[in-house]
């Protein structure tokens, strides 16, 4: 009897079957991949955030105020300038570096003994701060009132205009960004625009710990060490909002008025094309790495988180995540911490817990 010869190997056919059957199962198995990769990038950003948050929270019962955006740091007589993140730094286990910023024989400069890189301090998936040699960061504070983007904002025709000075009216924007009802921290560099001696305690935070946004992303931040003369660490380290009237529902106003803020004495006019296209990044996630690092422009909280979203932290301590077709007024008033008495359009607006969840 004759028996049929036994085969050895995969026919040609029966091969590209496999094959095929594999790059199937590949091209079902990478987005999975990767969305377990990005949940997991998330949450370490989270926890990253979520520790700034405690820190911040330990430094108030501690100073019995809350952190500054902007402090002096060493001796009086030659003090160096320095960010929230270096008042911050023993309450995430980094005394030794904050000793150095304390030493007075140290001298200030972009170096990586002030200005380590901290893997706290840096979002898994922020891969747009590679740019920076030292003291890398993802993260910024919440500072309240942009006031140098007013003179954009008051040149619409729909605000009125008042007899003032340019002087006069750069240092009374100046005050009014600083008010502890537009800001959540301060300025309490010596010498520098806007410095206040006394911050706000998390007592004086009247829509609620939880109402009022303290931290968030910003993949423009800039260095956690970032030290200057002037208060631009304020916009570089900070995400703020402006005088924007938007778009709110009549029935949820409840009386609300629009606060008149003095203004430039001159003709009202229409903000440029390149202004106006830097006013729509101001949302968050707005136009994200399109407005250059260190322009006012670029103090929003933005991420590269999968979604559209940004991870951010409340005064109490719990972590969010807010969506980039979050309003604007909504946006507002979470930076606020107390609204019915801040300088944002409708500051009698109330929040709704679907506002931002």
Avoid at 82 to 102: F, K, M, T
Avoid at 129 to 147: F, P
Wanted: one cysteine or more; proline letters at 5%.
């Amino acid at each position: 009897m004759r028996t049929a010869p036994q085969r050895n190997a995969f026919t040609l056919v029966e091969l590209l079957v496999v094959i095929a059957i594999i790059g199937v199962l590949v091209g079902l198995l990478l987005p999975a991949v990767n969305a377990a990769r990005e949940a997991s990038r998330r949450t370490s950003c989270s926890n990253n955030i979520r520790q700034i948050a405690m820190a911040a929270i330990n430094y108030e019962t501690t100073k019995k105020k809350l952190v500054p955006y902007q402090d002096d740091f060493g001796p009086s007589s030659a003090p160096k300038r320095g960010s929230w993140a270096v008042s911050l730094l023993g309450g995430i286990e980094q005394q030794p570096i904050r000793d150095e910023w304390d030493d007075g024989a140290i001298q200030p400069g972009n170096n990586d003994r002030l200005r380590p890189n901290i893997p706290l301090f840096q979002c898994p998936s922020d891969n747009d701060n590679n740019d920076e040699s030292y003291a890398r960061n993802s993260y910024a504070i919440n500072v309240g009132h942009l006031w140098e983007l007013m003179d954009i904002m008051n040149r619409l025709p729909m605000l009125d205009y008042v007899d003032d000075s340019v002087a006069n009216w750069k240092h009374l924007n100046t005050v009014n960004a600083t008010q502890i009802d537009n800001s959540i921290s301060y300025n309490h560099a010596k010498g520098s625009e806007g410095f206040q001696s006394k911050g706000l305690q998390s007592g004086g935070i009247k829509d609620g710990n939880s109402n009022t946004l303290w931290f968030a992303e910003n993949l423009q931040a800039d260095s956690w060490g970032y030290s200057a003369s002037d208060d631009s660490v304020r916009y570089r380290l900070g995400v703020g909002w402006v005088y924007a009237l938007g778009s709110v529902p009549d029935s949820d106003l409840q009386g609300s008025t629009v606060v008149t803020i003095p203004k430039l004495t001159e003709v009202p006019v229409a903000p440029s094309h390149a202004d106006a296209a830097k006013l729509n990044a101001l949302p968050i996630n707005g136009n994200k790495l399109t407005i250059a690092k260190g322009e006012l422009f670029a103090a929003r909280p933005s991420s590269s988180h999968a979604g559209g979203v940004v991870v951010v932290v409340m005064a109490d301590g719990s972590v969010r995540v807010l969506s980039e077709g979050l309003e604007y007024h909504v946006y507002q008033a979470l930076l606020t911490p107390n609204t019915r008495k801040s300088d944002v359009p409708y500051n009698r607006y109330l929040l709704k817990a679907d506002d931002y969840e």
